[in-house]
């Protein structure tokens, strides 16, 4: 990855990368696409997208608890890229398609803990790492794969924090993240 310095935030709009989408056209929005790979033991509203319930054991803290659909959600997709971050670090200079791609890109998705994801705001590898410490090797490679994949380039903090914690990481890949296949759970 290249390192330098973060761009200016001018002209950033989460909008413009589509996120929440259907961009696999299987007739499911991204984020429900999420949930149901995410979580287990899901209840599908009929017609098999919308998630109406399931259970988390988030990849950030370990914790597992049931997902609240409504008033008192407590699950966001957390883009492990913040989009901001994407933004001030080149994806300025993405076509509107690879924005879009970029915004609903399965690897750079997860389901978590929305008061764990709302405390990592934009931040990057310098400024937030999970709670939950056997995950954050994933959690920067994950990031170094989505950056290498759209051509972002990291600044001298975060390319230091993750040199830093990869070093002693043992693992050094990841899971596929493939989509789950409409109707799958318990359909209500």
């Known amino acids: 990855l290249e390192v330098k310095g973060r761009a200016p935030k001018t002209g950033y709009d989460r909008d413009l990368f589509g996120w929440r989408d259907d961009v696999d056209h299987n007739g499911c929005d991204?984020?429900?696409?999420?949930?149901?790979?995410?979580?287990?033991?899901?209840?599908?509203?009929?017609?098999?997208?919308?998630?109406?319930?399931?259970?988390?054991?988030?990849?950030?803290?370990?914790?597992?608890?049931?997902?609240i659909r409504g008033d008192g959600n407590n699950i966001d997709i957390d883009h492990v890229v913040a989009l901001s971050n994407a933004w001030q670090t080149g994806a300025q200079q993405l076509s509107e398609e690879e924005l879009l791609d970029f915004g609903n890109e399965p690897v750079n998705l997860l389901a978590v803990e929305s008061s764990v994801n709302?405390?990592?705001?934009?931040?990057?590898?310098?400024?937030?790492?999970?709670?939950?410490?056997?995950?954050?090797?994933e959690y920067v490679a994950r990031q170094i794969q989505v950056k290498h994949d759209y051509d972002l380039w990291v600044t001298p903090p975060e390319f230091d924090a993750m040199e830093g914690l990869l070093l002693d990481c043992d693992e050094d890949e990841f899971g596929d993240d493939d989509w789950p296949d409409r109707h799958d759970g318990d359909v209500k």
């Open 30 to 67: 991204t984020r429900n696409d999420v949930l149901r790979r995410d979580l287990d033991d899901i209840t599908l509203k009929s017609g098999g997208c919308v998630v109406l319930g399931g259970s988390l054991t988030s990849d950030y803290t370990g914790d597992t608890f049931d997902f």
């Open 118 to 137: 709302r405390s990592k705001s934009d931040g990057d590898a310098a400024t937030w790492l999970p709670p939950r410490k056997s995950y954050r090797c």
